[in-house]
């Protein structure tokens, strides 16, 4: 039944950050390396080229040339150290992730249908990691870290990542910029090319609480050095800036009193958190929830609310549930499928349905067929207690 | 993910120490090289042989090599951006973006409940614990205590011990009868069948007492799968059972598909869904409805149609039987989804349309043609149906 078979492509929507966190992972590995052989190497060719000249120049003392080489030799060495231990601690990791992350989405692509009990564990797995990235997100690294134990999935998940963002995010709750300014400066470019303007922002908070503190020789000399960068696209907002400096902390001034208003910095917690995740191709609500929208959304029924017809196998039926699934829309049917409240089992084929002819209640024929063979031919409509023949039911169709 | 995995083969080859052999040697390799050079000058330098042409010759040693690095590390980054060519084919859709759902102290509240729930149902007791902990999510001690009493249980019947299972089916014997369930006896027959597959040699002596001792009660209901296993006898030892006619009774399928069994009865004993909640959203959410709703979004878009995000979907998600729980039923006419206001209404000749349907359909004199077939019936004596 083509219901059962897998939806590859709606399953691969949400693994875009599974595969790509690894991958940008390595490729700072990779820039850090490059700046080390730059560094060092850089530094080696100097030396060789700076002996090698003056060496022509003047009778060589050799001292001193082996003091150059000496010191080339180290370089060399130090290099050679940097990279193996980048390469062990950091490269090899990596790599072994990404492989193991590929390898566990390859082994879906293989499995066909969902009753193929392979998907089942793979399911449960992701419900595993879903939970995982939802607790990171809110707080309770406990909880996150207790799964990947228990269920083994440590290398499918990403819990130093959130980490770093606690670690920054924390800092900002104590009202301190620093920590991410140090993560805009490592991840300028590519922060450009997204147009993102953290850093600005960031610079202002820092220039605001310098002008709260009264500091203002420091203020101007602060905004001349970073805020006037930013000239070309945020003008108005320095101009706004400088003037700032013409009102105290307590000013009713409207555009003023909103600048030195303290809930900036949860606004500069929640930016932050935007960029990051953009950057690391991180969607900006957890992945449970937007499985759980679409879920919800796909089961929502208005039978779900109505306690007549409650059936307990429903996840929006349930009461903690269904209060998530009020602000999802309803699912839409352009057809007919009805469900004998009875068996619980859909009513196709030859099975036709019947209606009681006062109530108008309708289950399944076979249903009927056999509570009539039990009971001499009467049935009795469990909901509304209506007996009647067998004989009296009405058939639909 | 072929792609991506290929990429993966090249880039672990280039950036292993081992001296493949690849367009460019390792940079290992190349440091190593350097190292050498420099060392022998070092070595000349100290012994005095060393003249102004051995400092240029360094001086170029040292360019060719910081060269061949620079090539290496190009060709790395090379594979690198393939890589990250093939991850973008591969998915080529980014994640929607969606404004902050279950935001509200409510909703967030009845999401803690939800996981918490799930932990317990699922058997990770410990996460639970400390998910409650971290959380302010209250979970009473008797729903507790009957989610640590199925663990145990089903534990037991992982390790094949029947025990606990056969002692709660007894006791809710009743409730078991009322829904046609054949737990009981098909944890008797398990045993049976586990003594008598055994290697032990008196196996097939403790399988018969078995029988003796507990197959009877069950002979009203299960006559012919009693006389089926007693019949397993003659086909002892177990490869001439898997050669035999009855090889299904030999599958290690029929003990374990008992966990989920009990599972499901258990659960609806104390009124909770068969299936777990939360797999079963996260299922049909993550197998495919979230990326139709996406598309039907975008559709949307480029027709510039508006559609209002707390109504209806705009297109439909079909479902498995096994995630209907309830009747649906959109008339044949209108294509809308009935509800309590246009309810289903059946005609005198048997068919169902929607109120609304029904009533434009009708002719002065309150008489109703019916679409499907030539039958005419009065207004007034349509049923409303209830499915």
């Known amino acids: 039944m083509s219901v059962n078979k897998l939806n590859t492509e709606g399953i691969m929507l949400f693994e875009q950050p599974f595969a790509r966190v690894p991958y940008e992972n390595y490729r700072k590995v990779f820039r850090s390396s490059q700046k080390n052989i730059e560094k060092e190497l850089g530094a080696v060719q100097t030396a060789a080229n700076a002996i090698a000249k003056r060496a022509k120049l003047e009778s060589r003392d050799a001292e001193d040339a082996i003091e150059a080489v000496d010191g080339m030799i180290t370089r060399v060495e130090n290099l050679k150290r940097k990279l193996a231990d980048l390469q062990s601690s950091s490269g090899s990791p990596t790599l072994g992730v990404m492989r193991e992350r590929f390898q566990h989405l390859m082994s879906v692509e293989t499995m066909q249908t969902t009753k193929d009990p392979e998907f089942a564990r793979w399911a449960d797995t992701r419900l595993d990691r879903w ?59 590519a922060l450009r090319k997204v147009k993102n303007t953290l850093e600005f922002d960031l610079r202002l908070q820092e220039y605001i609480e310098l002008a ?99 059936n307990v196998d429903c996840p929006v039926c349930d009461p903690t549930l269904g209060k998530l699934a009020e602000e999802v829309p309803f699912s839409h049917h352009v057809n007919s499928t009805i469900v004998c409240r009875i068996t619980g089992r859909i009513i196709d084929g030859d099975n036709m349905p019947m209606a009681f002819p006062n109530s108008g209640q309708v289950y399944s024929g076979e249903e009927l067929e056999d509570m009539a063979k039990k009971n001499v031919g009467i049935v009795k409509d469990p909901k509304t207690g209506e007996a009647c023949e067998f004989s009296m039911l009405r058939r639909l169709f | 993910m072929e792609g991506p995995l290929k990429e993966l083969g090249r880039l672990e080859k280039l950036v292993s120490d081992s001296s493949w052999k690849g367009k460019t040697p390792s940079i290992n390799d190349s440091l190593d090289s350097l190292l050498h050079s420099l060392r022998e000058v070092k070595d000349r330098l100290q012994v005095g042989t060393a003249t102004d042409e051995t400092l240029t010759i360094l001086s170029k040693t040292v360019e060719t090599r910081k060269k061949e690095i620079d090539d290496r590390q190009k060709e790395v980054y090379n594979a690198l951006a393939k890589m990250g060519k093939a991850l973008d084919k591969k998915f080529h859709t980014p994640l929607p973006t969606y404004s902050p759902l279950f935001f509200s ?31 302010s999510v209250d979970i009473d001690d008797d729903t507790r205590r009957q989610f640590k009493k199925l663990h145990e249980i089903v534990t037991a019947l992982r390790e094949q011990d029947i025990g606990p299972a056969l002692q709660w089916a007894e006791r809710n014997r009743e409730f078991l009868h009322n829904r046609s369930s054949p737990l009981e006896f098909l944890l008797h027959r398990s045993r049976y069948l586990r003594f008598l597959t055994s290697n032990d040699a008196r196996g097939q002596y403790a399988a018969i007492a078995y029988a003796q001792d507990h197959f009877p009660p069950f002979y009203g209901q299960h006559e012919s799968e009693i006389r089926q296993l007693m019949g397993c006898l003659l086909y002892m030892p177990i490869w001439r059972l898997i050669a035999s006619p009855y090889a299904n009774l030999a599958s290690p399928s029929l003990h374990l598909d008992l966990e989920p069994m009990f599972a499901k009865e258990y659960c609806a004993s104390l009124g909770m869904s068969r299936q777990v909640p939360l797999r079963v959203v996260g299922d049909i959410g993550g197998g495919g409805a979230l990326a139709r709703i996406e598309k039907g979004r975008k559709v949307m878009r480029e027709r510039k149609s508006e559609w209002s995000h707390s109504e209806e979907l705009p297109i439909e998600i079909p479902l498995p039987p096994e995630n209907r729980y309830h009747s649906i039923f959109a008339c044949p006419v209108s294509k809308e989804q009935s509800t309590d206001q246009n309810p289903p209404m059946m005609m005198g000749c048997g068919h169902v349309i929607t109120k609304d349907s029904l009533q434009k359909l009708s002719k002065p004199g309150g008489r109703v043609k019916c679409p499907y077939c030539p039958v005419e019936s009065q207004l007034s004596s349509a049923l409303r149906v209830h499915f």
């Open chain 1, 212 to 310: 709260r503190a009264g500091k203002n020789i420091d203020a101007i000399a602060y905004s001349k050095k970073y805020l006037l960068p930013w000239q070309e696209t945020h003008l108005p907002q320095i101009r706004q800036a400088s003037a700032l400096l013409c009102f105290p902390p307590n000013t009713t001034c409207s555009p003023y009193k909103r600048l030195y208003d303290l809930s900036r910095w949860n606004t500069l917690i929640q930016s932050f958190r935007l960029a990051f995740y953009n950057l690391s191709t991180l969607p900006s609500e957890p992945l449970l929830h937007l499985a759980m929208y679409a879920g919800l959304a796909s089961l929502k029924l208005p039978a779900c609310y109505d306690p007549q017809t409650k």
């Open chain 1, 131 to 189: 939970l995982v990235d939802w607790s990171l997100r809110n707080g309770k690294e406990k909880t996150a870290k207790m799964i990947a134990d228990d269920r083994g999935i440590e290398r499918l998940v990403d819990i130093d990542l959130f980490s770093d963002i606690r670690r920054i995010a924390d800092a900002l709750k104590q009202r301190s910029c620093a920590e991410a300014l140090v993560w805009c400066s490592d991840n300028k470019s």
């Open chain 2, 105 to 135: 102290p409510e909703a967030n509240a009845a999401l803690e409940r939800t996981i918490a729930l799930h932990f317990l149902r699922t058997g990770q007791f410990n996460t639970a614990e400390t998910f409650i902990e971290e959380s």
